[in-house]
């Protein structure tokens, strides 16, 4: 399987019809192929899988990126499986299956943007809803003067006119304008009617309409990078420097590269805070979130990540589904494949996954 640092993901399609989709991540220097073996278990239940390649993983990435790696750049590889899996499953259910620090960010992504539907739209002028309801963000914006008045910038996707894309369809980016306000030529439509533009938004298709997230039917951990045994944190004493290696844990036969930068372990700590501050505000009743069926895979022997004390952290209406393995390493956190479990143990997993796929 390929991957790539533009297309962050490799797909594997079931032989018969497409009941629903999964999204699977790996571990922290993990390569992406080793949980081949558990997505062909989903593809064999007739699920589409999305095989998530994240930052700094895989055969193409480069080693800076190794070395420079951040928590966004995952959440937003997490972030762009997810959108493939909604679109294979074409309305059909979808699954979120992540190892250790793909466990961490697959839940954390799901948090994040759980957080952003809830806030309200926010517009940068006090007509944009009523007058003309273009969709403003943060970094978007249809007027003329938004860069002087308060800076909010034009995105690819939003222009201030309705003809621009017939007349003169300017590559609008996220740092310039089309009007002479950003600093460049000024635009021969500024003297554009309102009625016009309305009349165009009216003639809008409906597949410009953004979709409505969509959850996950349900989420399975494998060994959780989110609470961890205590020596595990002595590695935040080396945060500020994040171009340190140190040796892998990870077994020859698995890792990507020979060490783990701290900059990937502190990208794995701020996921962990993330999903901490989400769930304490739920549990404290400042928001609501509603967490899909949540399955946790764990050994209790496993000396890096303590599995069932995730449960502490999640609010009280959720109850999680705890499934104890037992591995055959020496470190007992790796139980994604066969090997690593031995037969017996590893087709009873399998059994519970398809029993659990097909319950969605």
Not at 237 to 247: A, N
Not at 281 to 307: F, H, K, Q
Not at 336 to 342: H, I, K, P, Q
């Amino acid at each position: 399987m390929r991957f790539s640092e533009k297309r962050p993901f490799s797909v594997m399609l079931p032989r018969g019809t497409v009941r629903g989709s999964v999204v699977v991540l790996h571990g922290l220097n993990m390569k992406p192929e080793c949980m081949l073996e558990l997505a062909a278990v989903c593809a064999e239940a007739g699920m589409a899988v999305v095989l998530g390649s994240l930052r700094g993983h895989g055969e193409q990435s480069p080693i800076g990126a190794w070395a420079t790696v951040t928590s966004e750049d995952w959440l937003a590889d997490a972030a762009a499986c997810r959108n493939e899996a909604i679109r294979l499953a074409a309305g059909n259910p979808v699954w979120l299956i992540g190892f250790s620090l793909g466990a961490a960010c697959g839940f954390a992504e799901y948090l994040q943007r759980i957080e952003r539907e809830r806030k309200p739209a926010t517009s940068c002028c006090s007509r944009h809803k009523t007058e003309h309801p273009v969709q403003v963000s943060t970094t978007t914006s249809c007027r003329s003067r938004h860069k002087a008045e308060h800076p909010v910038q034009v995105s690819t996707t939003t222009s201030c006119c309705s003809r621009h894309k017939t007349e003169h369809p300017v590559q609008v980016s996220t740092t310039t304008s089309c009007r002479s306000a950003a600093g460049g030529p000024p635009c021969p439509h500024a003297a554009c009617g309102l009625a016009e533009y309305l009349q165009n938004i009216k003639k809008k298709p409906e597949t410009d309409v953004p979709r409505p997230f969509r959850g996950y039917a349900g989420i399975i951990l494998f060994s959780p990078a989110i609470r961890l045994r205590p020596w595990a944190h002595a590695v935040r004493l080396l945060f500020p420097w994040p171009r340190i290696r140190l040796s892998s844990l990870a077994g020859v036969r698995y890792q990507v590269h020979d060490h783990t930068s701290i900059a990937a372990y502190r990208a794995l700590f701020a996921l962990r805070r993330l999903i901490r501050t989400e769930l304490s505000r739920v549990r404290r009743g400042l928001e609501t979130c509603p967490l899909p069926p949540l399955t946790i895979i764990y050994d209790a022997r496993d000396i890096l990540t303590a599995g069932r004390a995730l449960g502490r952290w999640l609010p009280g209406e959720t109850v999680p589904a705890f499934h104890r393995v037992r591995a055959k390493n020496t470190w007992h956190h790796l139980i994604t494949d066969r090997r690593a479990l031995g037969d017996e143990a590893w087709q009873k997993l399998t059994r519970l996954i398809r029993e659990m796929l097909d319950s969605g």
